[in-house]
């Protein structure tokens, strides 16, 4: 009876999270990090995509291999795992929430070491009280301003990063009369490309007068190191971030694609007001009331009130997670 209440469940569920099929191999696959699973699950969600996509599937007798029947013979929390020693390096450990800092202690983290970069002084420039900054209220608008600062940025030869949310985001942008505007150099930098591609555009990202479009997993660990004169020269590499980030550290992580070990760089945020009032439940008009210096700090407040409700809802899974782990054992 459990496992007709999971089919019954997932069998909505299916496009919940987007999916990847790799038709010559009849596979379907998930986006982790910056590249596509094959090997990951979601149960009977992905079972039934395999239905979704029959007519697709070269070979008919995959789906006899796909439709199982899954039994679950138990389920660990990793957050009961008590490792005997924990060491990590991060480059945003000092955009740890108070929440963060109080599971780390937990676990007896106690002890943080913060080294300077070995590259001295950053030349990173982000305009928190001027241009770094764009809202905007229509969708139209929103595209037309990402243009408008790819085009000036380009126009100087620099070489310019835009993060989009998600490729759905991503795909928006293309699909608008505003992205037929931008000069013949630009490439897309999406999960699904294979290996060979993505190193091409990443290694091509940081010349003159390239233009990157990329998803936002790609803000994160992602080198697109500069060794281009005339690039420097013009104030290095230019990120445009299109999203409010839900975690400072991600925001911190996509800011560090330019003025990498000791370059030029800077970096805006171009803003849809919309996607502040779905994802952050910020009312409209309400950004109008702060004045321009603030309008970063506020940004930040805004974000900090959605992670604590985020963190709330965490604990409440973990509570739920210990109980299943307890069962297990």
């Known amino acids: 009876d459990n496992e007709i209440s999971l089919m019954l469940d997932q069998v909505s569920k299916v496009d919940d999270v987007p999916y990847y099929l790799d038709p010559d191999q009849d596979r379907i696959g ?24 029959h007519d697709k599937l070269t070979n008919k007798g995959t789906l006899s291999k796909v439709l199982a029947m899954p039994i679950s013979c138990g389920q660990f929390s990793y957050a009961n795992i008590s490792p005997y020693r924990i060491l990590g390096v991060s480059g945003t450990l000092q955009a740890l929430s108070e929440y963060e800092r109080s599971i780390l202690l937990k676990y007896g983290l106690d002890r943080f070491i913060y080294v300077p970069s070995v590259y001295g ?13 764009y809202f905007e209220n229509s969708k139209s608008d929103f595209f037309h301003r990402i243009s408008a600062e790819i085009i000036a940025s380009s126009k100087k030869k620099r070489a310019v990063i835009v993060f989009f949310q998600d490729r759905a985001k991503l795909n928006e942008f ?54 281009d ?6 104030g290095g590499v230019h990120v445009i971030q299109t999203f409010l980030s839900e975690q400072l550290s991600e925001e911190i992580q996509i800011q560090g694609r330019t ?32 004045p321009k210096k603030d309008l970063y700090n506020w940004l930040c407040s805004v974000r900090m009130q959605t992670r604590k409700k985020h963190c709330k809802v965490v604990e409440e899974n973990l509570s739920g997670a210990a109980e299943k782990d307890k069962a297990t054992h």
């Open 259 to 290: 003025s990498r070990q000791g370059k030029k760089g800077s970096y805006q945020l171009v803003l849809l007001e919309s996607d502040l009032e779905s994802d952050f439940r910020v009312r409209p008009g309400e950004k109008d009331k702060v």
């Open 30 to 53: 998930y986006k982790v990090m910056d590249s596509i699973s094959y090997e990951a699950t979601y149960g009977y969600a992905t079972v039934f995509t395999y239905l979704k996509e």
């Open 121 to 133: 002084a950053s030349n990173f420039n982000f305009d928190k009280s001027g241009d770094g900054i």
């Open 174 to 227: 293309v699909a608008s009369p505003t992205y037929r505007q931008l000069s013949r150099h630009k490439k897309l930098l999406t999960e699904d490309m294979n290996t060979t591609d993505k190193g091409y555009v990443i290694n091509k990202a940081a010349t003159a007068g390239q233009i990157t479009l990329s998803t936002a997993v790609f803000g994160r660990g992602t080198d697109f190191f500069c060794k």
């Open 229 to 234: 004169d005339v690039v420097q020269a013009n």
